[in-house]
């Protein structure tokens, strides 16, 4: 696939997503919008991707939605920011209700629309240089991008709020702490380590993956019988998958497993 805004690239089962304007600091316009949802839905529909990188390119992730697109011209009227904010609803639905594991590596900046992306992703790794900042309101702008549901199921209610009416630029070490971020890597090894993470999660079962991530995805809205329920139906069926026959019978042949993760460094 070609174009103009994104790389896309799919080794060993993972597919590989990154923006590239790095003159912008990979800050969204409508052509990379566009094309990222395009990118995300080729990785979806593809069954040789099993598992799904979003980065930046330039040492930067993204800068969040381009201000240069935003002019009075662009955004005549509420009803044109109404329109063009639905537009993106496609991009943060399709990540969010992916059965395929995300992982995002960040490095530099993920402002903005940038950082509510990155939350969307299971999985987030940084480099020390990266830095998160809900900075809409320093546009005049609202959260975005999924930012409202995202970000106080990951860190609470008081801290979202701090960061979204503050907007506090967190640096990768206080992202980690706060639960945000899974690890933090040096810039030259992250790359690896990213394709590491990915092809682990291609070799584990996509039906364990998609069940687990559909059953996240309702925990903080549903009860403990519910759960119990969406558990005994989900390893009904996780019971008689492939990957469930194949980890058996390798458990049984005293065979290593096919999904292992990759320590750390």
Request: proline fraction near 5%; charge should be neutral.
């Amino acid at each position: 696939m070609t174009f103009q805004t994104i790389e896309y690239a799919v080794a060993q089962g993972v597919a590989t997503i990154a923006l590239n304007r790095p003159h912008k600091r990979n800050a969204l316009d409508g052509v990379m919008r566009k094309e990222l949802l395009q990118a995300i839905d080729a990785a979806m529909d593809d069954d040789a991707v099993r598992a799904l990188v979003l980065t930046g390119r330039g040492g930067h992730f993204c800068a969040g939605g381009d201000i240069s697109s935003m002019t009075p011209d662009a955004v005549p009227d509420a009803a044109a920011g109404r329109s063009r904010m639905r537009a993106a609803a496609p991009l943060v639905e399709r990540l969010e209700r992916s059965e395929k594991p995300i992982i995002a590596a960040v490095d530099g900046s993920a402002y903005g629309a940038g950082f509510s992306i990155a939350l969307l992703a299971d999985l987030i790794i940084a480099t020390p240089a990266a830095r998160f900042c809900m900075s809409f309101l320093r546009v005049g702008l609202v959260p975005d991008c999924g930012a409202l549901y995202t970000l106080p199921r990951l860190v609470g209610l008081a801290r979202a709020r701090q960061l979204m009416l503050t907007t506090r630029e967190l640096d990768a070490a206080t992202a980690l702490d706060w639960g945000l971020v899974t690890e933090v890597v040096p810039a030259p090894e992250i790359a690896a380590r990213v394709q590491a993470m990915g092809a682990a999660l291609a070799s584990a079962s996509p039906a364990a993956i998609a069940l687990t991530r559909c059953g996240l995805a309702q925990s903080l809205g549903s009860t403990l019988p519910g759960l119990l329920e969406y558990e005994a139906t989900a390893q009904g069926t996780a019971y008689t998958s492939a990957g469930h026959r194949e980890a058996v019978r390798r458990f049984l042949a005293r065979e290593p497993a096919l999904f292992q993760w990759p320590a750390a460094r």
